[in-house]
């Protein structure tokens, strides 16, 4: 189960321009945890009801639509293990069995063209623009989540500090790590964790380490792929469309799953699905027309941002998902103490990247990480 929320403050709407869902609403994930001990989950709205419409202006029938999505779902979700192959591969081969066993040769072209929404979705999911690009094996690790959190000491937390240079394996003062920052300012330490997205660090990795990375992990920041997709809200004055539409997706009719891939010379067809924010007075979707023309619009540039360069780490095919635990491993300098430089954020987490509760949980296991460090330090000076 997915949930999803945005909140109103004062009468002005505050949308989510990054991530909305949380994927996988239960007591076993640590994000759903959190909102639900600081009352956020009193504030996520219903879900209103799905509709589909055809390219060509009619209404699909939402029981056909709904079935055909479960089912191309069902085999796009696939888990796969060391096949080598792609997701668009195995998703065009078997949606096309599917097709053939079909007996009513009307149903052939309208179950492909659902399959390719569910094809398009997925693209989303993944962050990535072609299914073909994507590993078949990219879940094989994905597990169930657990663990409930601690308060963070706030009085701990600077902000605003832009990280220019990370230098390690040296003697400052007494640290062997100094974190410069590009006010000038320098932060001494012991251990320092890296969070910073897959997209910075494909971006900055060879000059932001002194001394470099190691080659091989510069050769697994250079593997994984780092996604992008963009959200575009519209603001009406007014709701044009049925009153309890919570999705409208839409469907290409003479689209297949063969090669679901984002054209640029075609992005509107990849314009798949709105969905309708509550509260409801302040709705927004995506049409273009002068009859119905947005209040205002707002479009996320998350790729030209400075300090993400994307969305989400993708598995592209031939890479297996435990690049990502060479990525996540830290930098054991020559001097005390040991794992200097640490690693989390999201594309370090083969079990669940590109997701809140990954990126969260790959912090509590570099916490863990040093706090397992001091523990056995501390058992042994009692012991000496
Ligand atoms: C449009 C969109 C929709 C999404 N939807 C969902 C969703 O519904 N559900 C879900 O679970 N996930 C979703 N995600 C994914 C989710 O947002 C990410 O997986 C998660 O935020 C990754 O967290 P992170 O800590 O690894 O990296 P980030 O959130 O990228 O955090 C890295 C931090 O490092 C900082 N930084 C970068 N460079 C520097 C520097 N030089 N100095 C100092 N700081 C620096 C950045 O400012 C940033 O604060 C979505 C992402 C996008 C873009």
């Known amino acids: ?63 056909f639509a709904r079935c055909a999505y479960e089912a191309g779902e069902e085999i796009i979700r ?12 195995h998703y065009a081969e078997k949606t096309q069995s599917v097709i053939d066993s079909l007996q009513d040769d009307d149903e052939k072209p309208r179950m492909q063209s659902v399959f390719a929404l569910v094809g398009k979705d997925m693209l989303i999911d993944v962050g990535a623009s072609d299914l073909h690009r994507i590993s078949l094996d990219s879940w094989q690790y994905y597990i169930n989540m657990g663990d409930s959190l601690n308060d963070f000491p706030k009085d701990r937390l600077l902000l605003k500090r832009e990280v220019s240079k990370i230098k390690w394996d040296g003697s400052f003062s007494v640290y062997p790590v100094c974190v410069i920052c590009e006010n000038g300012e320098e932060i001494l330490a012991d251990h320092v964790i890296v969070t910073i997205s897959l997209g910075c660090l494909k971006a900055q990795a060879s000059s932001l380490f002194i001394p470099s990375l190691p080659t091989e992990k510069m050769e697994v920041i250079d593997k994984l792929c780092f996604g992008n997709i963009a959200k575009i809200f519209l603001e009406y004055k007014e709701a044009f469309w049925e009153n309890d539409v919570g999705s409208i997706s839409l469907i290409y009719e003479d689209d297949t799953p063969v090669s679901v891939s984002t054209n640029k010379m075609q992005w509107l067809k990849n314009v798949q699905s709105f969905s309708v924010l509550r509260p409801k007075e302040r709705l927004m979707l995506y049409q273009m027309t002068v009859k119905f023309s947005p209040k205002s619009i707002l479009c996320t540039k998350w790729r030209s941002s400075k300090f993400i360069k994307g969305s989400y780490a993708f598995l592209p095919v031939g890479v297996d998902g435990q690049v990502m635990d060479t990525l996540a491993q830290p930098l054991v300098g020559s001097r005390h103490p040991p794992d200097q430089i640490l ?21 509590h296991r570099e916490a863990d990480r040093l706090a397992a460090h001091y523990k056995k330090t501390t058992s042994l000076d009692k012991q000496v």
């Open 343 to 363: 690693f989390a954020g999201e594309a370090t987490m083969k079990t669940l990247y590109g997701t809140v509760q990954g990126a969260l949980l790959s912090g």
């Open 1 to 63: 189960m997915s949930l999803s929320f945005s909140f109103c403050v004062k009468g002005n709407v505050c949308v989510d321009t990054g991530a909305q869902y949380i994927h996988g609403a239960s007591e076993k994930n640590p994000v759903y945890c959190l909102l639900k001990k600081s009352g956020h989950l009193n504030q996520i709205p219903e879900m209103g009801k799905e509709t589909f419409y055809s390219n060509k202006g009619h209404k699909v029938d939402a029981n």
């Open 78 to 89: 696939y888990r796969g293990s060391n096949t080598g192959r792609s997701l668009g591969e």
